[in-house]
Structure formats: structure tokens, C-alpha cells
């Protein structure tokens, strides 16, 4: 028996907010750096110079500036964007032409299969940004305190400044970016993830978790190399 609708979205909301906890505490190092070679704040924007420039002033700790606001947002990033996948996949599904099987996905042309894919991918790639454009604002703002005249804040201090500048409306600067970068990138993470892997596991016959892992890096490649300006848009935007 096929789960619920609702069952099969909160689980993967449950999955999705977990596996981005763990991407935010690996990964909000590498972010930082990124961020300040994005904003265009550093005098030599390399990865090497921003890095040793964050060390040598703030050690460590400088690396995981604001990562208060990942840990929080991150699994929201990962939970809405996978939960808004599964609930396109349903309404793909629920209302496909009279005739069609709408318990499972079997049996339809690739073309019907891509256009699955692009309209639920999609779908989450927008709930996705709607839903952590705020958090994303925080996080830039507070990975560019500490540097030059930028004073440094707590993340509530960031909020209630931000929030005194320019009202709720401030926290959704960069929405547009987001969601330009968010609903193509979703759309290719998960067509890149879904076919890599499933290859991996029937043609090669890799063992379930190697082939997940085949997708997720073929996926992560996919998504970023052609978003990355746009992203740089984003960040331009946020770091004002």
C-alpha cells in the first residue's frame, strides 16, 4: 500500500532537515570563505588570501562565523526543498490525464517522466528559496561582521538591525536570486541524482550506498557549476 500524501512529504521533510544539519556543520567553513570572495569585500579575493585573512584575525572561530543561523536554517533548506519534491511528485501524480496509473510513475514515456521531474523539482526549488531567503540573509550579514567598519553582532542584534533598517520587506532582499537560483538548481540536483545513482546501482551494480553517493556528487556538480553566477548575485545583494 502506497504511504500518505502528507506521511510521504513529512518524511521527507524529517530526512532532508537532518542530512542539511550535517551540510551545515561540515560545509559553513567553506561557505564563509566563499561569501567574503563573493561580496567583493576582500582586497584579493582568492581562497587561499580570504582564508589566511579570516585566520590571522579571528582564528578558528572566524570560519564559523554565524553558523547559529545554518544550523537552524539549513535543515529547512534540505527538509522544504525535498518535502516540496514529493508533494509535486503527488500532485503530478493526482491529476495526470484520466487513464494514466496514478499510484506509481511506471509505465510513462520519458517525456511525461522529465516533465515530472522539471514541475515537481521545480516546486521545490521554490519552496526551498521562499522559505530560507531570510536565513540566508542573516547568515551573509553576519559572515561579513568582523571585517573592515563591519561591527560585530549576535545573530539577534543582526535581526533587530536589520529588521530597524528597512522592516520585514529587508530580510527577503535576494528572494528573487534565490528562487532564480533555487528552481533550475533543484530541477538539475535532483535529475542528476536520481539518474547517476539509479545507473550506478543497475548497470554497475554498486552497492545501494555507493550509488547513492555517485548521485549525490554527480548532483552537488550539477547544481553548482552552472549557478554559481547567480549565486554571486545573491550574496552581492545580501551582503549590502
Same mark, same amino acid.
Given at each position: 500500500?502506497? @504511504? ?38 576582500? @582586497? ?46 503527488? =500532485? ?45 540573509? =542573516? ?67 554498486? @552497492? ?17 557549476? @552552472? ?14
Amino acid at each position: 500500500m502506497r @504511504p500518505e500524501p502528507s506521511r510521504d512529504v513529512l518524511s521527507e521533510l524529517m530526512c532532508g532537515s537532518f542530512g542539511g544539519l550535517c551540510a551545515a556543520l561540515a560545509t559553513h567553513p567553506l561557505d564563509t570563505i566563499k561569501t567574503r570572495i563573493q561580496s567583493g569585500s576582500a @582586497p584579493t579575493p582568492t581562497v587561499s588570501s580570504v582564508t589566511k585573512a579570516i585566520l590571522r584575525k579571528d582564528g578558528v572561530s572566524g570560519l564559523y562565523r554565524g553558523i547559529t543561523v545554518p544550523v537552524v536554517s539549513q535543515p529547512l533548506y534540505v527538509g522544504s526543498s525535498f518535502a516540496g519534491l514529493q508533494l509535486g511528485y503527488y =500532485l503530478w501524480d493526482r491529476y495526470r490525464p484520466l487513464g494514466a496509473d496514478s499510484s506509481t510513475c511506471g509505465g510513462m514515456s520519458t517525456t511525461e517522466s522529465t516533465l515530472r521531474l522539471i514541475f515537481s523539482g521545480g516546486l521545490g526549488g521554490a519552496a526551498c528559496a521562499v522559505a530560507v531567503t531570510p536565513g540566508e540573509r =542573516l547568515k551573509v550579514l553576519l559572515q561579513m561582521q568582523g571585517q573592515g567598519s563591519v561591527a560585530t553582532q549576535t545573530p539577534l542584534q543582526t535581526v533587530k538591525a536589520t529588521l530597524a533598517a528597512g522592516g520585514w520587506r529587508s530580510m527577503f532582499v535576494g528572494l528573487q536570486a534565490t528562487i532564480v537560483r533555487e528552481v533550475p538548481g533543484t530541477i538539475l540536483w535532483f535529475g542528476a541524482f536520481e539518474s547517476v545513482s539509479g545507473y550506478a546501482e543497475q548497470a554497475w551494480e554498486l @552497492p545501494r550506498p555507493i550509488a547513492v553517493l555517485c548521485g549525490a556528487v554527480a548532483a552537488g556538480l550539477t547544481f553548482w557549476l @552552472p549557478i554559481i553566477p547567480i549565486d554571486n548575485v545573491k550574496t552581492r545583494q545580501q551582503s549590502a
